[in-house]
């Protein structure tokens, strides 16, 4: 009986100690999952960060170019004004040139 009892111990032993590794195993596992998910919650945080901020820089970039376009859009303005001012000024120098070719007899 001895033998039977000490063989069925090392078995119950042998049983336990294979739990024990697999459990352990498991945790580890289980561990690893965990980390691997956190590490992904924080890519997806930073990633949603970087999207807001990306957002922010598009809306910023378009409301400059409409500035920018409001800027071209008078400086077109006032390059028309200053051709039309020139061409005034053009035909006043002719009038002018020509009152002084014609002299004193008018």
Same mark, same amino acid.
């Given at each position: 009986?001895? @033998?039977?009892?000490?063989?069925?111990?090392t078995?119950?032993?042998?049983?336990?100690?294979?739990?024990?590794?697999?459990?352990?195993?498991?945790?580890d596992?289980?561990?690893?999952?965990?980390?691997? +998910?956190? +590490?992904?919650?924080?890519?997806?945080?930073?990633? $949603?960060?970087?999207?807001?901020?990306?957002?922010?820089?598009?809306?910023?970039?378009?409301?400059?170019? $409409?500035?920018?376009?409001?800027?071209? @859009?008078?400086?077109?303005?006032?390059?028309?004004?200053?051709?039309?001012?020139?061409?005034?000024?053009?035909?006043?120098?002719?009038?002018i040139?020509?009152?002084? @070719?014609?002299?004193n007899?008018?």
């Amino acid at each position: 009986m001895p @033998d039977d009892y000490e063989e069925r111990v090392t078995i119950l032993e042998r049983a336990q100690l294979l739990h024990d590794a697999t459990l352990r195993r498991y945790g580890d596992m289980l561990d690893r999952h965990e980390d691997s +998910r956190l +590490r992904h919650e924080e890519m997806l945080a930073r990633h $949603a960060e970087e999207m807001a901020l990306l957002r922010g820089l598009m809306e910023q970039q378009l409301r400059t170019q $409409a500035e920018l376009r409001a800027v071209a @859009d008078r400086l077109a303005q006032r390059q028309d004004q200053h051709d039309e001012v020139m061409r005034h000024l053009a035909q006043t120098l002719d009038a002018i040139r020509d009152m002084l @070719d014609r002299g004193n007899g008018h």
